[in-house]
């Protein structure tokens, strides 16, 4: 609209609102601040930790465990459960800090022009149609249409991400060029606007509204929850089932009540919450080596499932500094001399400081032997015509032993326009009209590239004086800049593609700019490109259809980005989303799992699951790998666990059917499920990863696929078989040492069984080694340890006994090396 018709509209004029009508408007649409929606307390916070399935489960076996006196169990299930719970807790404590963060970046005061005066308020009483002076140094208090401006250069990358300040006008546009954000900050120039949105309908309002959003559960959550409802189910039947044979055989109920709920505590993992928590800790530290610092501790393990990694262009991706990427020089001497000389950024300790286009031609100029503070000796400046936005090129003058020469470097269209001559090879001629053609079209191709194209000047002057010095100058050429990609994200991308995850970039940047360097990536193989406009233009079932084959998102919005994270995620996939600002905090907490940049916003860090300190593409490919290496290495455990559940499971069911007595007493029960929750599932947690770890597609199955099903129900038989049999023979010649064999058969069972779950990448884990050794020990002196003999019901066994235990149990190593060939044979 027309500024007449704007002030019209919202019923205000250049002189501003009334003290009265201010007033009234301000009841009307409420404070200009952030609302922060109410949260629940710290206690009821804490409380919600134990309201899972399994961590009941727990807590009822805890309770069970104490009852029939054992103490060692109960305390050590209770530990586990109180420290899942801290964990919980801190993480969704910490997370809600994002939005006190977020309410610290506004503004406090505004200057407003009321009854025709200009004035300074808290910047909370602004209201619709006041009228707002903003100017160089201001935070914009409110989302503004602007009236007038003059030089106003707004940075708008809490908003767009992109730290280049825009141009602003308060002419009629068809783009967002005349409205100024709320907390955008004013970096040159001054203006004045009205006020069209306040509080949580500006922009950052609505900023603040999604990322008080509830989360959702991660994939890992959701997997244990139904692997916890399963395992309880079973647990109930089993004990339910057990008690009735137990007391239909007439045998004593306490007794059979005990073997009963002591086989019910051994089916539930209850080292399932600790295995996990020490997994992914250790996870935690081996990615903040590789600068990948991880918030929330789920989040080391979803990235292992993400099939889809929305990433953030600059300094991701690239590098983010400018770079000159291809020349096209006439004279390289005197266009290195201009480079270097019409320059104001300058080295500080190797590093580049100043304007990132001038610390590209610094850095080329030097790279080619042109020091600019040892030309300056030769050249020294006395005088500089900036640059702004209405002449769109940056002159200096320096004096020399010959004479003044003036630099310029500037928009080509602007240089060839002044150009009367061009220098080539140190002779100077006429420009003529072939050349303008030739320059141009040199033009076109570097700009189709997505070059940031300046053209180079420059011109003997016989005085300093003259109303224009900036004209007939000698052209040397044209330099293109571009921000360049990363190496490592070029492999990391490949990786990616290796492991079936999509990468996509989404960023602020223009389309031409975005596919170049998508193209530079291999990220444009097989996708398409769209602009936030025409992301817009399109239905959610338009949007949907077409999701899963756009690669690059560009003049990209916050609400923008949550729906690409939304609409991938409707489709079943699970999405890692990285940012660094305060515009990418809701698409950052909306995602599976948010990566926010180490020199991001506080916003945006409270906002994610994980920080990259070096802000790099390739580390986030790093934490996938870490991420499937846990997932394989949780999976591993409970593949261990249940396959010793059924058994044990098996074993006494089998038994009281057959009406024989039961192989172990309810003490042996709990000593299997405590040695074997131990150590040696415990070492299972640090597995290396298996070699084709990025070979394969993400992980959507249970943490209890089928084919492990299988695996684990004919492990389990083979167990209760096994151990029956030896148990069987035993008491059929009289031996009262047969239940120790039995239960040392079982156990022997175990330690053979976690070489079946351990990763097939070799043997670097000497964790397993130790364990194994600890958990050999422990038995033998259950077994042999006369206080223990008491406690445990065990009498010494012979070395023929061991030779027959040792003989059955490998049986279980011999089942798998089958399976695995007949996997093999299957595969090829």
């Known amino acids: ?207 603040a509204g999604m990322i008080q959003e509830e989360e959702g559960k991660t994939p890992l959550q959701e997997k244990i929850s139904r692997l916890g409802k399963s395992l309880g189910l079973i647990a109930v039947i089993v004990c339910f089932i057990v008690f009735i044979l137990q007391f239909l055989k007439g045998i004593n109920i306490v007794e059979t009540f005990m073997t009963a709920v002591s086989l019910a505590v051994a089916s539930v993992p209850e080292g399932l919450p600790a295995i996990l928590t020490l997994t992914l800790a250790l996870g935690m530290q081996k990615m903040a080596r590789n600068n990948a610092i991880i918030r929330k501790l789920l989040a080391v393990e979803t990235l292992g499932s993400c099939t889809f990694i929305c990433t953030d262009k600059t300094g991701t991706l690239t590098l983010n500094k400018m770079r000159v990427r291809k020349s096209s020089l006439t004279s390289k001497n005197r266009a290195l001399e201009v480079c270097a000389l019409c320059n104001n950024a300058s080295f500080s300790n190797d590093k580049i400081i100043g304007d990132p286009t001038d610390a590209a031609l610094l850095l080329f100029a030097k790279d080619n032997g042109y020091i600019k503070e040892k030309l300056e000796e030769e050249y020294p400046r006395i005088k500089e015509i900036p640059l702004d936005s209405e002449r769109k090129r940056m002159s200096t003058i320096h004096s020399s032993t010959s004479g003044y020469y003036l630099f310029i470097k500037g928009a080509p269209e602007i240089i060839l326009e002044r150009t009367a001559y061009i220098e080539e090879e140190g002779k100077i001629r006429k420009f003529n009209d072939a050349d303008l053609e030739y320059w141009e079209n040199k033009l076109g191709e570097m700009t189709s590239q997505a070059l940031r194209v300046l053209a180079l000047a420059y011109k003997p002057l016989n005085s300093l004086e003259g109303d224009d010095l900036e004209k007939d100058l000698i052209f040397v050429g044209l330099v293109g800049m571009m921000d360049p990609p990363r190496k490592e994200a070029v492999e990391a991308i490949e990786t990616c593609k290796r492991a079936g995850i999509k990468v996509v970039m989404i960023t602020g940047d223009h389309k031409e700019t975005a596919v170049a360097i998508a193209k530079e990536l291999n990220l444009m193989e097989d996708g398409e490109a769209i602009t936030g406009e025409e992301l817009d233009e399109l239905s959610d079932e338009e949007f949907e259809s077409m999701v899963e084959d756009i690669r690059v998102y560009a003049r990209v919005f916050p609400q923008q980005k949550v729906r690409i994270v939304e609409t991938l995620q409707s489709r079943g996939h699970v999405v890692a989303m990285t940012g660094d600002g305060v515009n990418d905090a809701p698409a950052l907490k909306r995602a599976a799992i948010g990566v926010a940049m180490g020199s991001g916003t506080d916003v945006a860090k409270e906002a994610s699951d994980m920080v990259l300190q070096d802000d790099n593409f390739a580390t986030i490919v790093k934490a996938v790998k870490e991420g499937r290496t846990i997932f394989d290495n949780i999976r591993r455990f409970v593949k261990f666990q249940v396959s010793t559940n059924v058994g044990a499971i098996l074993t006494i069911v089998s038994s009281s059917v057959m009406n024989m007595p039961l192989p172990f007493n309810p003490i042996q029960i709990l000593w299997i499920n405590i040695i074997m929750d131990g150590p040696p599932a415990q070492s299972l947690g640090v597995e290396p990863p298996e070699r084709d770890i990025m070979s394969r597609k993400p992980e959507k199955e249970e943490i209890l696929p089928q084919r492990n099903l299988l695996r684990i129900v004919l492990a389990g038989i083979i167990m209760a078989i096994g151990t029956l049999a030896i148990y069987m023979y035993k008491l059929s010649v009289g031996d009262a040492k047969a239940t120790t064999i039995a239960f ?28 194994i050794a600890a958990s050999f020990i422990l038995q033998l002196l259950v077994i042999y340890l006369p206080p223990l003999q008491g406690i445990f019901r065990t009498r010494s066994i012979s070395i023929m006994d061991w030779l027959l235990i040792v003989l059955v149990a490998s049986i279980i190593l011999v089942h798998e090396t089958i399976i695995r060939w007949v996997d093999k044979r299957r595969t090829l």
């Open 744 to 771: 040392t058969t079982f156990v022997m069972f175990q330690i053979f069984n976690v070489f079946n779950c351990k990763s097939q990448s070799g043997f670097s884990n000497k964790l397993l080694f130790f364990a």
């Open 1 to 207: 609209m027309e500024t007449d018709k704007v002030l019209e509209e919202l019923e205000t004029s250049q002189e501003g609102l009334s003290s009265e009508e201010a007033r009234a408007r301000l009841s009307k649409y409420g404070k200009n601040e952030l609302v922060e929606e109410k949260k629940e307390g710290p206690f009821r916070l804490f409380l919600n930790q134990f309201m899972d399935v399994l961590i009941i489960l727990l807590i009822v076996a805890a309770l069970v465990s104490y009852f029939i006196g054992d103490l060692l169990d109960s305390m050590v299930i209770l530990f586990v459960v109180v420290v899942n719970a801290i964990i919980g807790f801190m993480q969704e404590y910490r997370a809600e800090k994002a939005m006190e963060k977020l309410k610290s970046l506004i503004a406090t005061e505004a200057v407003v022009i009321r009854d025709g005066e200009t004035k300074k308020i808290p910047a909370s009483e602004l209201t619709i149609g006041d009228i707002v002076v903003i100017e160089e140094g201001d935070n914009v208090p409110a989302d503004l249409r602007l009236i007038e401006t003059s030089d106003l250069r707004i940075d708008e990358s809490i908003i767009t991400g992109e730290s280049i300040p825009v141009h602003k006008t308060h002419e009629v546009s068809d783009k967002v060029d005349n409205i100024a954000y709320m907390d955008s900050n004013v970096v040159s120039g001054r203006g004045k606007g009205v006020v069209i949105a306040v509080g949580m309908e500006t922009a950052i309002g609505k900023i």
